[in-house]
Nanobody, 124 residues
Framework: QVQLEESGGGLVQAGGSLRLSCAAS????????WGWFRQAPGKEREFVAA????????SYVDSVKGRFTISRDNAKNTVYLQMNSLTPEDTAVYYC?????????????????WGQGTQVTVSS
């Protein structure tokens, strides 16, 4: 089992920045990919970014490329999502996820463990 806990969400004005953190515990050595997803009210959960735990290979949804950066600190078992130039369209609950299969998955079914989520609200 792997436990995930997100932090760093909050309210920010458009154009601002936030850094989300995801602290992992448990059998973290079994994890191959870390991901961030988001879900806005009335919408499906959307892939945001993912990173391979071993190689550091990254993948992003087009709407955040150039604005968001995913990174990981394997020694601390922590994954980060640096979010810059935020817009109201980025408002959502952000979820951290951990996947056991090799490969940078971009769909929720590619992940085995999920955090509780952290709210990000961007005001205009």
């Amino acid at each position: 089992q792997v436990q995930l806990e997100e932090s760093g969400g909050g309210l920010v004005q458009a154009g601002g920045s936030l850094r989300l953190s995801c602290a992992a515990s448990g059998r973290t050595f079994t994890v191959n990919v870390w991901g961030w997803f988001r879900q806005a009210p009335g919408k499906e959960r959307e892939f945001v970014a993912a990173i391979s735990r071993s190689t550091g290979t990254r993948s992003y949804v087009d709407s955040v490329k150039g604005r968001f950066t995913i990174s990981r600190d394997n020694a601390k078992n922590t994954v980060y999502l640096q979010m810059n130039s935020l817009t109201p369209e980025d408002t959502a609950v952000y979820y951290c996820a951990a996947g056991l299969r090799v490969g940078v998955a971009k769909v929720p079914s590619g992940y085995n463990y999920w955090g509780q989520g952290t709210q990000v609200t961007v005001s205009s």
